[in-house]
């Protein structure tokens, strides 16, 4: 039990039943205000702008999030570094950045702060076990000294390097969490998301799960069979969600990096808040109870996510005394068709419009199917 007037731990949250409301994708957020560059997706911003971080974690807070996640994604060293990017700040500088503002927002309300590590060029450039495991202590000496609560280890393509870091992670004794950013096809080698999960369980992960690359109804399926194979193996483990927040059926197995719409256009995919109302009851429905978002969420998709289990949590978030449940506030508008729209079934049952006319309603991946396609042309000529 935690000491009185302390906050729960995560573990003791879900270990008690609670639903734990992540937060949404920082870097896709920050780069639309303009304070990440697309492509490096590194984030610099932590020490660079810090008064936009703060913000976004606060507007987070105020939707409902129960954790505030470092801004550390890819922010170890060997990625600052990677392809000529100018390095303006060690990793040290933003990982300690970036956990002093989750750390002061999450202290304005009953959030916990947790400190995440991502895949690295070092792993996908075939460095050994010991230079990548090098790379996460590096990252996690700085979450350490810092206190966070928790650790996740996020956007893992290979579940061989997810393992390392989960083994990492374990050596400083505070819980940790482990999410792929796969589908149900599996890690990039072709390993089940139920042998997937298994693994990162044995390797110490208490909380498996899926983030990034997919959409809401994609990554429940997937972590559905995570917690299949976890089960079947007859281990035990907390599950969690954090997909995009991006329509992505025509995706392939490496997710919305291939799509064309990548990453300038994803606009007309975006999910509505009615949507995530949905995301969050079926994600409930399959048992998980860490939910949150990733790239493309927004302070207001939270917000839905809160909203939709405000029944199982008992309260509202903050930011709902704005909203209203399934728009009610539409009761004020002035215009009369407005007015009667402001009920469940109506949104419900909505097909928005992209107003884009003749657009396709999907689209043909590149990535692998491109190279096949060039690879083709080039032996028939």
């Not at 606009?267 to 949150?292: F, H, S, V």
């Not at 506030?329 to 909505?350: F, I, N, Q, S």
Request: glycine share 10%; aromatic share 10%.
């Amino acid at each position: 039990m935690a000491p009185a007037g302390a906050k729960k731990g995560i573990l003791e949250r879900l270990d008690a039943g609670e639903i734990v409301v992540g937060d949404g994708g920082f870097v896709f957020a920050l780069e639309k205000r303009g304070y990440v560059k697309a492509g490096p997706w590194t984030p610099e911003a932590a020490a660079e702008h810090p008064e936009a971080v703060r913000q976004l974690h606060r507007e987070f807070l105020r939707a409902g999030s129960n954790v505030m996640q470092t801004f550390t994604f890819y922010a170890s060293d060997d990625k600052l570094e990677n392809r000529g990017h100018t390095q303006r700040f060690t990793g040290q500088q933003i990982n300690e950045a970036a956990c002093d503002l989750a750390k002061e927002v999450a202290n304005e309300g009953d959030a916990l702060v947790a400190g995440g590590v991502s895949q690295t060029p070092s792993y996908l450039s075939c460095k050994s076990e010991n230079d990548v495991k090098a790379i996460f202590k590096k990252q996690i000496d700085v979450f350490v000294k810092k206190d966070v609560d928790f650790l996740i280890a996020e956007y893992f393509e290979h579940v061989e390097e997810a393992e390392w870091a989960v083994q990492v992670l374990k050596t400083t004794g505070k819980p940790v969490a482990a999410t792929l950013c796969i589908g149900p096809e599996g890690d990039l080698n072709g390993v089940s998301p139920g042998d997937c999960a298994v693994r990162l369980v044995k390797a110490g992960a208490q909380i498996v799960g899926i983030n990034c690359h997919f959409d809401p109804e994609t990554c429940v399926k997937t972590v559905k069979l995570m917690k299949e194979g976890v089960e079947k193996a007859g281990l035990k483990a907390h599950y969690m969600s954090q997909p995009l927040a991006y329509h992505t059926p025509d995706c392939n197995c490496q997710g919305f990096i291939d799509l064309p719409e990548f990453p300038f256009s994803l606009e007309p995919r975006i999910l509505t808040r009615w949507d995530m109302q949905k995301y969050a009851r079926e994600a409930y429905n399959a048992g998980i109870r860490y939910i949150g978002g990733c790239c493309g969420f927004e302070p207001y998709h939270v917000r839905a996510l809160a909203e939709e289990l405000a029944p199982e949590r008992g309260f509202l978030p903050a930011g709902s005394e704005k909203h209203g449940n399934w728009g009610s506030g539409l009761e004020m508008h002035t215009k009369p068709w407005v007015r009667a729209r402001a009920r469940r079934d109506y949104w419900e049952k909505l097909k928005p419009a992209s107003g884009r006319p003749f657009c396709p309603s999907m689209a043909m991946p590149d990535g692998p199917f491109l190279l096949r396609l060039l690879s083709h042309a080039d032996t028939s000529n």
